[in-house]
């Protein structure tokens, strides 16, 4: 069993004393963080030698990190509200500053504004959570929190930590900084932003979650009921969209919704008394945070990758890369496998407890909950299947055929110091698949210390056996194919190899536009789901009686249902707002003395009517 080990130090008076717990919980998420912000430095460094940077905006941008890794790991350790804010705040700030590491860019400019302004309002929910605590027991010690939902009720209050954490985390509709924020940074901070900043908002709703008393089904249904839309809304659309950065950013929105499906599997568990969901749940969503956090930041690193020597994230602008980077074509082809879902890889192994963990919850339920539970299971599966379709269309368009676009240099493959962080990724990923039991083992720890569930303790160990026997089948499945190559080998040894053009159905003259596009790949399914993914044209029609038109031009993109519906609609009015009291910023000398004059004479008012102290 995992041994904690605090210490405490005066923060002041107003937040008292300041608790630093490391327990399984945290441990499990610093390793995770310092293990991709690791890669992510030694990719980096190689990533920005394309950049012609001067020594102090190096030297700037490599502090900022630096401020940025210990921020995420104080927050995965202070155990007080007051210093949790605080730490909470410069994790976002530095963040933001390593998001506008191509600040000229207008576009970086807005994303992220638009992610610091989301952070903010994140914050202000966290900040109002933890001053309900205070106001309550008088503390701003997590232990507080406990107090306060052992004697009242858990339901608002823990909705209103999990607003404030869903944000950072993606849970719709809270979801709208990371498309924006993720093609805008440089690619290794996009993989430490997607590998675990999005991670430190599931620790907090784990960690709200060790508090509570009661509430424990209702609040399951809700996460798994919100978790499966965030999935299914994530992955619809990364298959549509063709900015392969913005595509892995749903898709890490995809993947958090996963991981809140096996919180929301563990919550009912506990809510019916039924342990084999609990640790299901719980389990395969802890496993999880890991295998995303390794397969998304690889995926990151290898659009790095390409970017930096295409100078492009438009897909469409692509094609046929397999032949001058085929390294960063196999490492983008196993993430792509690994986010899929597929075995032999390891987001098969946390994907097939969760699914177990929606099983079990439809042997041991009431009706209602069962049909919960089906709906789940069916959208997983059509979420699995969107996945592949999705990389199927990424890898094809980007590695496969023939260039669509002219580039301004012949594309080759990136430098060692930008692979062997994607290859020890690799190996890493490899050793969850394989042998999942020396993980599982360690998440067994941190599950009995997030509820200690009443249950056979010889129940996990039957989870992890039956993990074993995933690697097992995995060896297996490896060892197949290993010998079937090396049989094919040895039989084509001493045979001549001809090299020749692919059979072009009778066309003898090819061209690189009779391609699939990403576009024409995913477009049977935008139109499907038309709803969800709304496509906005730009074109000019055909006016009426124009028999010899002019030269067109079209063009596509898709935009997010609830930044154009919600966010953008409540932002404009916001800004409409504010210009009917513009009149107060006018310029003139003399007003702003009056506002001077008539806030102290309200001031002296004020005081004279003992109204203020």
């Not at 950013?249 to 096996?262: L, W």
């Not at 969901?277 to 995926?299: E, P």
């Not at 053009?501 to 935008?526: D, E, H, I, M």
Request: charged content about 10%; glycine content about 8%.
């Amino acid at each position: 069993m995992f041994q904690p080990f605090e210490m405490t130090f005066q923060f002041g008076n107003f937040a008292g004393e300041v608790l630093l717990r490391l327990d399984g919980l945290s441990s499990w998420f610093i390793l995770i963080i310092n293990f991709t912000v690791v890669t992510g430095f030694f990719y980096g460094t190689g990533y920005l030698k394309s950049y012609q940077l001067s020594r102090a905006k190096r030297s700037m941008h490599w502090i900022l990190f630096l401020f940025f890794h210990l921020s995420m790991l104080f927050v995965c350790m202070i155990q007080n509200g007051f210093a949790f804010l605080v730490v909470w705040e410069i994790m976002s700030l530095t963040s933001m500053m390593l998001v506008l590491f191509d600040h000229e860019n207008p576009k970086t400019f807005k994303a992220a504004i638009n992610y610091f302004v989301q952070m903010h309002i994140g914050v202000t929910f966290l900040t109002i959570g933890f001053i309900w605590v205070y106001n309550q027991t008088g503390s701003f010690s997590f232990s507080a929190i406990q107090t306060y939902f052992q004697t009242n009720q858990n339901l608002w209050l823990f909705l209103l930590f999990f607003v404030g954490f869903g944000i950072k985390a993606g849970f719709i509709p809270f979801h709208s900084w990371l498309p924006h924020a993720h093609p805008a940074a440089p690619a290794h901070v996009s993989g430490v932003m997607s590998g675990v900043i999005v991670k430190l908002g599931i620790y907090g709703i784990l960690r709200m979650i060790t508090f509570l008393q009661a509430d424990f089904l209702l609040l399951g249904e809700i996460i798994l009921t919100l978790s499966i839309l965030t999935s299914l809304y994530g992955i619809l659309n990364a298959a549509v969209h063709r900015d392969f950065k913005r595509m892995l950013a749903y898709c890490t929105i995809e993947n958090i919704g996963v991981i809140g499906i096996g919180i929301g599997i563990g919550l009912m568990g506990i809510g019916i008394n039924n342990a084999l969901m609990y640790y299901l749940g719980f389990g395969g969503a802890l496993l999880h945070v890991l295998n995303h956090s390794l397969f998304k930041s690889l995926l990151f690193y290898a659009a790095g990758s390409i970017y930096q020597q295409t100078h492009t994230q438009n897909m469409e602008n692509l094609g046929g890369l397999i032949k001058s980077m085929p390294k960063t074509a196999v490492v983008f082809l196993i993430g792509a496998l690994a986010i899929g879902g597929l075995p032999p890889l390891n987001g098969f192994v946390s994907e097939f407890l969760i699914y177990n963990g929606l099983v079990a919850g439809v042997n041991s339920s009431s009706i209602s909950q069962t049909i919960l539970f089906v709906l789940t299971l069916a959208g997983m599966s059509l979420v699995g299947g969107l996945s592949l379709l999705t990389f199927t269309k990424s890898f094809g368009t980007i590695f496969l055929g023939q260039p669509r676009t002219k580039l301004d240099h012949q594309p080759q493959e990136v430098s060692m110091r930008m692979l062997v962080p994607q290859f020890v990724i690799i190996a890493l990923m490899l050793s969850v698949a394989f042998f999942p039991q020396v993980y599982l083992k360690f998440v067994g720890t941190i599950l009995v210390m997030i509820h200690p569930m009443q249950s056979d303790p010889s129940m996990f160990d039957s989870i992890v056996t039956a993990s074993m026997r995933i690697s097992l089948y995995s060896l297996l499945l490896v060892g197949i194919v290993a010998a079937t190559w090396l049989i094919r080998a040895s039989l084509l040894k001493n045979r001549s190899i001809k090299a020749g053009a692919t059979w072009g159905c009778g066309y003898v003259a090819p061209n690189q536009r009779q391609q699939y596009t990403g576009k024409s790949f995913s477009k049977p399914l935008s139109k499907i789901f038309n709803v969800l993914v709304i496509e906005k044209k730009q074109f000019e029609e055909l006016k009426q009686g124009e028999i010899f038109p002019a030269r067109k031009s079209y063009g596509s993109h898709y935009q997010d249902l609830f930044e154009k519906k919600l966010i953008l609609p409540l932002a404009d009015w916001m800004v409409n707002s504010a210009n009917y009291f513009s009149f107060i910023q006018n310029g003139r000398i003399q007003s702003y003395v009056l506002y001077g004059i008539v806030f102290v004479l309200a001031m002296i008012l004020l005081s004279i009517f003992n109204i203020v102290a």
